[in-house]
């Protein structure tokens, strides 16, 4: 039996645990705190001090999407990019030193970088006009594409508006080159091939060395499709699943219900790949898009379009069919809803199941939650919904002052995130990344759900400062909050919480968090990641082991 003894810093256990001085654990498992730890460890095969530090349950992220971030270091470098023209260069950069790509992929693009989120073909053009061109914008609801691109998917003047999607067009009606939602991106990517499978695995692997430097050991893979699952159960058969993954199967609308059959198929093919890290048991839907592309759906008009209430994927009946027909089939429901009418139809839906299929453990997921009509906070609690959320985004950046705030006008923009809201009314609130997205750091998240500000500290108190979680709140949403959307408290060894009995799934931090002023929560050092006790970062320390 190995075992490892953790002392000389602060243990915190979780939010309504306290905290211990010196932690055992015995292959992998949590079996003494304190001074009972500090006796039975007195002879044990390694002893970790922590140096003044603070060992805390490892984090989760309760919605990601690790393929698409990981595919990222295989094409240009265009994230930091600040302006159209960076991009093209670094695309034109990208394609002189890879003449053997058929194709040139890339993400995440900034959309705020022109007025109205349009970039024309033309300018990739300039950089590439021999192969295709497919960028990805950062909310990955959008993509860029050169003129070659376009003609391989066959994309006109003639082409009509696909269902759930849209094709900006210049004056004359031609394709502007910018795809907004799948619907639309999907003609896009169906006409290039995928990148190959042992790509997709490399992609897969170095999203798990990221999450892992950053000290999150479980993570809601939020969107999976076939091929998707072609990587996980390959990579599952090799042995190369990096972390605790939980897969969620998309729900398509234009093929439901026929596609349940092939969800059922793959969670079975996932638990017969045989991986202890690795489950597929929640489905996927999207009740709407993303305000600032205007695609979110409102109860009431956006200001910048009278007319229009955004986009409803399913419609409500669909919808509520849909996912009492998941449900009966024991999936976990995770529905992504940005805008109230979306998490008003979400919120339906999921009571619907309920009511057709009677009482059980769902543990229902809503992610991101951006706007909630008054009415229905209290629903999440009284349904046992997890509102699942990403509190990076709660901060006057510019997606938010440009795209998003001028589209809601200020008496909606000023209901936005209600993550302290809905954490009193009881609702058990997890906290996600949507990495690629937004930053995957859950430090980056917990500067901003404890100060509602951005890096620079703007504005002065927080933006809708009553919405600031206390920090221990917030360390437990990302660590109790998404073990509880995980079911991890079913596992024979329970992580998200340190107890005797628990997984010793475990970050170690330089400092106390809870001393350190929220700007500064990002740059406090992770010293190492523990997967069942088992150190995980390799290569470096304080998030250095990938990009």
């Not at 991890?488 to 060894?493: I, M, Q």
Request: proline share 7%.
């Amino acid at each position: 039996m190995a075992t490892t003894l953790f002392h000389g810093g602060t243990i915190w256990c979780g939010e309504s645990r306290g905290t211990a001085h010196s932690l055992l654990i015995a292959d992998g498992v949590v079996v003494a705190l304190d001074d009972d730890a500090e006796r039975r460890g007195a002879e044990a095969d390694e002893r970790v001090d922590l140096e003044g530090g603070f060992l805390m349950p490892s984090f989760g992220d309760g919605h990601a999407h690790p393929i698409f971030g990981g595919l990222e270091a295989e094409g240009p470098a265009i994230r930091s990019c600040t302006s159209v023209d960076e991009i093209v260069e670094a695309v034109r950069r990208y394609a002189g030193e890879h003449p053997e790509l058929s194709v040139i992929r890339g993400a995440s693009y900034d959309p705020t970088l022109t007025a109205d989120g349009v970039f024309d073909a033309r300018w990739l053009d300039a950089a590439v006009a021999d192969r295709p061109v497919v960028l990805r914008a950062s909310d990955y609801h959008t993509a860029w594409c050169n003129s070659l691109a376009l003609e391989r998917a066959g994309i006109t003047a003639e082409t009509p508006e696909p269902e759930l999607g849209e094709i900006p067009r210049r004056p004359d009606g031609t394709p502007a080159g910018t795809l907004r939602e799948w619907g639309a991106v999907e003609l896009l990517t169906a006409a290039v091939e995928e990148p190959p499978l042992e790509t997709r695995i490399r992609a897969l692997e170095r999203a798990g060395a990221y999450f892992l430097a950053r000290g999150v050991t479980w993570v809601q893979d939020a969107w999976v499709e076939p091929a998707d699952v072609d990587v996980y159960v390959a990579a599952a058969r090799a042995g190369r699943i990096p972390l605790r993954m939980n897969l969620a199967h998309y729900a398509d609308p234009r093929r439901f219900p026929a596609q349940l059959a092939e969800m059922q198929d793959a969670r079975a093919a996932i638990d017969d790949a045989g991986s202890p890290l690795l489950t597929a048991h929640t489905v996927k839907f999207f009740a709407d898009g993303v305000i600032e592309n205007e695609t979110g759906a409102l109860l009431e008009p956006y200001c910048s379009a009278i007319h229009s209430h955004g986009m409803e994927v399913w419609g409500p009946e669909r919808l509520a069919d849909a996912v009492a027909a998941v449900d009966a089939a024991g999936f976990q429901i995770h529905i992504h809803a940005i805008g109230d009418a979306a998490v008003r139809q979400s919120l339906d839906a999921i009571e619907h199941a309920q009511r057709v299929n009677g009482p059980r453990d769902r543990r229902a997921v809503i992610a991101h939650a951006q706007l909630v009509d008054p009415d229905d906070l209290a629903r999440f609690a009284r349904l046992g919904v997890i509102p699942t959320l990403q509190p990076l985004w709660a901060q006057l950046d510019a997606l938010m002052t440009v795209l998003t705030m001028p589209r809601l006008g200020p008496e909606r923009s000023a209901r936005q995130y209600p993550t302290r809201t809905l954490r009193d009314s009881g609702a058990r609130v997890a906290f996600g990344s949507d990495w690629p997205v937004s930053s995957g750091d859950p430090r980056d998240g917990i500067a901003v759900a404890t100060s509602r500000q951005t890096p620079a500290g703007e504005p002065a108190g927080g933006w809708i400062p009553e919405e600031t979680l206390p920090i221990e709140s917030a360390l437990s949403a990302y660590t109790e909050g998404v073990a509880h959307q995980a079911f991890a408290d079913r596992s024979a060894a329970p992580w998200g919480v340190i107890e005797v009995g628990s997984s010793a799934d475990l970050v170690w931090l330089a400092r106390d968090p809870r001393a350190v002023s929220p700007l500064d929560l990002p740059a406090v050092e992770i010293r190492q990641t523990y997967l069942a006790g088992t150190s995980r970062i390799t290569e470096g320390r304080n998030g250095a082991a990938a990009s």
